[in-house]
């Protein structure tokens, strides 16, 4: 008997028997961010062999910190809401410092006012009554781990979504958080599923209590970077600075071609989109044709000295959030350290658009670029079209797992953040490999 797979997917045999011993596997994941990183400990703790490869010289991925003058900056995301359960799981076992984030100020283009976000949505009870009652009925499992669930369901543009079912209010007080964090600009045709799923890990909708003893938001002490370091150091096999040339799939297994040599195993974790590793994958035809429909955005991190600015505050830029029309505009900045005048900033556009208006947009608020520390870009929140998702694409991603020895984690299966990443490796992992040495029943 075999099991019918949609999209073409080819046909894989069941076991031979209802019941077969688990045995310990070999496993190779490409990409040491949260997501592989978080799948690799969840099989190694499981009793499976992991080797991760990493093609960077550090781990991490989005989630890097780095030092200017003995302090440590975050690149990417760092904030973590009362939604943030198994992060806050992961960084209670690993014995993790964590403090309260900065506090949030949405700021006008001239910098003269600075005010709280706002949230008039939560106190709009026919509005707030109205998304529940479509939450509960169309898409009841967007807080579970994964998209795929949901994903038909909010396949229209976050923009027309919103009108349609009258809560423009909650555009009002998302929307800005939503864009200055990377995920898009309202006007500019990204499914509603991203925004509602990040409207939902904000916590603010499904109020909850306090993890790790925060009663708000909560970061780690002396950046990001240090949970994922930690991570990796528990792990047997991490190798950095390690380029892929080419993956072989077999009957029997998997062998990963790279620059220092080949790694065999048994399967593989893909930590990283398709089409990030489509040129050196073995890839079917269903692979292929997922991987051009994947989307990113072009997304900036500016570690720069910029005195005279607001601080002491995540702050967002209201003007530049508003519209796509924006791009290439700083979105937000952050000033973590009250005692410095380093701060972090962020942009979507071209590179050479960011690296020009910086400069512009920080004088409009009233500062000064005076160095430049580092300038990262970044192909962010890989996901998927509207019209992709109405379709089927995130099932067919799903309906992959396990197909020559290919398993997905990551933000593309996920969602951009943390928490979803780490959740849906650890739950993947568990499903797909557990514990050698029971009886797996078909």
């Known amino acids: 008997m075999a099991v019918d797979h949609p999209s073409g997917i080819d046909e894989i045999p069941e076991p031979s028997s209802s019941r077969r011993e688990l045995l310990p596997r070999t496993v190779v994941v490409i990409g040491a961010g949260p997501s592989g990183l978080a799948a690799a400990r969840e099989l190694e703790r499981a009793g499976h062999r992991v080797t991760v490869l990493e093609e960077q010289d550090a781990v991490a991925?989005?989630?890097?910190?780095?030092?200017?003058?003995?302090?440590?900056?975050?690149?990417?995301?760092?904030?973590?809401?009362?939604?943030?359960?198994?992060?806050?799981?992961?960084?209670?076992?690993?014995?993790?410092?964590?403090?309260?984030?900065?506090?949030?100020?949405?700021?006008?283009?001239?910098?003269?006012?600075?005010?709280?976000?706002?949230?008039?949505?939560?106190?709009?009870?026919?509005?707030?009554?109205?998304?529940?009652a479509l939450r509960e009925r169309e898409f009841p499992r967007i807080a579970e781990p994964g998209l795929a669930h949901s994903a038909r369901a909010l396949s229209a543009p976050v923009g027309r979504w919103l009108a349609d079912h009258g809560l423009e209010s909650m555009a009002d007080s998302f929307g800005t958080g939503w864009t200055a964090a990377g995920y898009g600009h309202l006007d500019d045709g990204v499914p509603a599923l991203y925004f509602v799923k990040y409207a939902e890990m904000t916590g603010l909708l499904t109020p909850g209590s306090g993890l790790l003893g925060h009663e708000g938001a909560f970061t780690v002490v002396g950046g990001f970077g240090a949970l994922w370091g930690r991570v990796a150091d528990e792990l047997k096999d991490v190798?950095?600075?390690?380029?892929?040339?080419?993956?072989?799939?077999?009957?029997?297994?998997?062998r990963v071609h790279t620059d220092s040599g080949p790694v065999e195993a048994d399967d593989l974790v893909l930590a990283v989109p398709l089409d990030r590793v489509l040129a050196v994958l073995d890839a079917t035809e269903e692979e292929r044709d997922l991987a051009a429909r994947i989307r990113t955005h072009a997304y900036h991190t500016t570690l720069a000295t910029a005195p005279g600015l607001p601080a002491d505050a995540f702050y967002f830029l209201a003007a530049h959030t508003a519209s796509r029309a924006s791009r290439g505009h700083c979105v937000s900045y952050h000033h973590r350290y009250p005692d410095t005048e380093v701060r972090t900033f962020y942009s979507y556009g071209r590179p050479e658009d960011v690296s020009t208006l910086l400069a512009d947009d920080v004088a409009g608020l009233g500062g000064r670029l005076a160095e430049v520390h580092l300038e990262r870009a970044w192909a962010f929140m890989p996901h998927f079209a509207g019209a992709d998702l109405a379709a089927g694409a995130l099932e067919r991603l799903d309906a992959l797992q396990g197909h020559n020895h290919t398993y997905h984690v990551g933000g593309l299966p996920a969602f951009e953040l943390i928490e979803c990443a780490v959740a849906h490796a650890q739950d993947l992992a568990r499903r797909h490999f557990p514990t050698p040495g029971g009886t797996l029943t078909s």
């Open 61 to 132: 991925g989005k989630c890097r910190s780095v030092d200017v003058d003995g302090r440590a900056y975050d690149l990417g995301g760092h904030i973590c809401t009362n939604q943030y359960v198994r992060t806050a799981e992961l960084v209670t076992e690993l014995d993790v410092e964590t403090e309260r984030t900065s506090r949030y100020r949405v700021i006008d283009a001239a910098g003269a006012t600075a005010s709280r976000q706002a949230m008039a949505f939560l106190r709009d009870t026919e509005a707030f009554g109205r998304y529940r």
């Open 239 to 254: 190798r950095c600075a390690v380029r892929v040339t080419s993956v072989e799939r077999r009957p029997d297994g998997v």
